[in-house]
């Protein structure tokens, strides 16, 4: 976890990084992002774009609100990584799990998405081979 200290990581047991793709334009998908993560609760400490088109964002949310969280970013139409997905769906699963115990701890999420032109994103899902 290059961005996190030892102290931090220890402090937040569930900080994450992920990696995704989206077809949004960057500062759209800045700005949709943002208001989704701030909807649920969430706290966004750094966010912006460089002119590659890679997005990065660094969040925290209550663990209580991680199947909120998970959803818009799906909804956003976030193309996770499979270990994004599986650490997520490990987050959901024992916040569940142990909801009085843990309910109220803080996750923090480092996420890098790389945007890609709407055709190269259709290609990539396989909707627009010829």
């Not at 200290?5 to 402090?11: L, S, V, W």
């Not at 650490?87 to 803080?106: H, K, P, V, Y």
């Amino acid at each position: 976890m290059p961005n996190f200290n030892e102290g931090q990581a220890m402090a937040i047991p569930w900080a994450i990084q992920m990696k995704a793709v989206s077809a949004e334009a960057p500062s759209r998908l800045v700005q949709s992002l943002t208001g989704a993560i701030l909807g649920c609760g969430g706290w966004v400490l750094s966010r912006g774009a460089n002119d590659s088109g890679t997005v990065n964002m660094l969040f925290e949310f209550e663990r209580q609100a991680c199947v909120d969280i998970y959803s818009v970013l799906v909804a956003a139409g976030l193309e996770l990584s499979q270990s994004g997905h599986v650490r997520f769906t490990e987050l959901c699963m024992c916040t569940r799990n142990q909801r009085r115990d843990c309910g109220a701890e803080i996750a923090s999420i480092e996420l890098e998405i790389q945007t890609l032109p709407a055709e190269s994103m259709r290609v990539r899902l396989g909707s627009g081979a010829a």
